[in-house]
């Protein structure tokens, strides 16, 4: 066990689960004598942070985590803000680190709340520069997240904002021919966007609340031509 700035931190061989981020790398750097961590995999869970997971944790973890080959991040951004979105709608191909040995990359950004959804460009530029940073990746799930509405709120009559459009996220990031399985959740798609994507390795694709149609999740599945229990779509609508 590991106390790192107040913040209980459980690790066991090479992998470690951790509520927190970089005061943790500087504490396994500083235990190596000041060198670059080995670690292998590391799950960073929010829950017990106000603002959730910041996506700047992505621009550096490649250069304070060189060896790094699963991470996973929950509640990024779980109380967002106008300021963070544009953090994504600014976003550059080369802003972050290169992580050349990852191979499952996880990011769920819960709940927002109302006027704060991700933009169809912001999520664009998300994989564009995900996808350079990682040209190793095999697994990949992302989720926007649904809208939070109070009680109150559905009480008055509050509707939930319409979740973006994926768009053209994997024409413009040029996946990883090495990527095998994709998830999305809390994103519109349609079949057209993966009409001009090249994914030459893909075996698995799942969608959450994704707002198919029967037709349309039969027209993806078919352009596709995944392997049996290849795909899977709920609910369909």
């Not at 109380?79 to 976003?91: C, G, I, K, R, W």
């Not at 319409?162 to 998830?183: E, H, I, K, W, Y």
Request: glycine letters at 6%; one cysteine or more.
């Amino acid at each position: 066990m590991l106390l790192v700035d107040s913040a209980l931190v459980s690790a066991h061989s090479s992998a470690m689960h951790t509520p927190i981020g970089s005061p943790v790398f500087a504490a396994l750097s500083s235990a190596r004598g000041g060198g670059l961590p080995l670690l292998h995999e590391l799950h960073v869970d929010s829950s017990f942070s106000p603002t959730g997971v910041s996506w700047r944790l992505l621009k550096v973890i490649g250069k304070d985590l060189p060896e790094l080959e699963v991470l996973s991040l929950h509640k990024v951004h779980r109380n967002y803000s106008n300021p963070q979105v544009a953090e994504l709608t600014d976003l550059g191909a080369d802003d972050f680190a290169m992580m050349p040995r990852l191979r499952a990359l996880v990011i769920k950004r819960e709940s927002f709340s109302g006027g704060h959804a991700l933009t169809s460009e912001g999520i664009s530029k998300l994989f564009v520069a995900l996808f350079r940073a990682a040209p190793n990746l095999a697994s990949f799930e992302f989720d926007h997240g649904p809208q939070h509405i109070s009680v109150s709120d559905r009480k008055l009559g509050v509707k939930a904002d319409v979740l973006p459009r994926f768009g053209d996220a994997l024409v413009l990031s040029n996946p990883p021919r090495s990527l095998t399985q994709l998830r999305l959740s809390h994103v519109l798609v349609e079949p057209a966007d993966f009409e001009h994507a090249v994914l030459p390795g893909l075996r698995s694709l799942n969608l959450y609340e994704c707002g198919l149609t029967p037709l349309r999740a039969t027209a993806l599945t078919a352009s596709l031509a995944l392997p049996e229990r290849g795909f899977s779509c709920f609910p369909v609508i």
